[in-house]
């Protein structure tokens, strides 16, 4: 069977690390992400719901290509729309 290299990525305030995979073809985005969990760093917990592939977001079940970089995403600690209400009361 053939191989793909992949990268899985994350940056938060625990770190940020990039980890170059070997993976077989047909593998899914949550297998790489399950085989690169030891190199995370402590306390990261992925989620298979915040998941993505160059920026766009994709099912934890995604078939990865030659190539292809996994990001995981971080729950948001502000919500958005709050974010504005505040920038808006202070003028900026």
Same mark, same amino acid.
């Given at each position: 069977?053939?191989?793909?290299?992949?990268?899985?990525?994350?940056?938060?305030?625990?770190?940020?690390?990039?980890?170059?995979?070997?993976?077989?073809?047909?593998?899914?985005?949550?297998?790489?992400?399950?085989?690169? #969990? +030891? !190199? @995370?760093?402590?306390?990261? %917990?992925? =989620? &298979?719901?915040?998941?993505?592939?160059?920026?766009?977001?994709?099912?934890?079940?995604?078939?990865?290509?030659?190539?292809? #970089? +996994? !990001? @995981?995403?971080?729950?948001? %600690?502000? =919500? &958005?729309?709050?974010?504005?209400?505040?920038?808006?009361?202070?003028?900026?």
């Amino acid at each position: 069977m053939a191989e793909i290299a992949i990268e899985v990525a994350y940056a938060g305030p625990e770190g940020q690390v990039v980890i170059a995979l070997r993976m077989p073809s047909g593998t899914t985005a949550w297998e790489a992400v399950e085989r690169a #969990r +030891v !190199e @995370l760093p402590e306390g990261v %917990t992925p =989620d &298979p719901s915040r998941l993505g592939i160059y920026a766009k977001k994709v099912p934890a079940g995604q078939v990865l290509e030659d190539g292809d #970089r +996994v !990001e @995981l995403y971080r729950p948001l %600690t502000l =919500d &958005p729309m709050e974010a504005r209400r505040r920038r808006a009361m202070r003028g900026t």
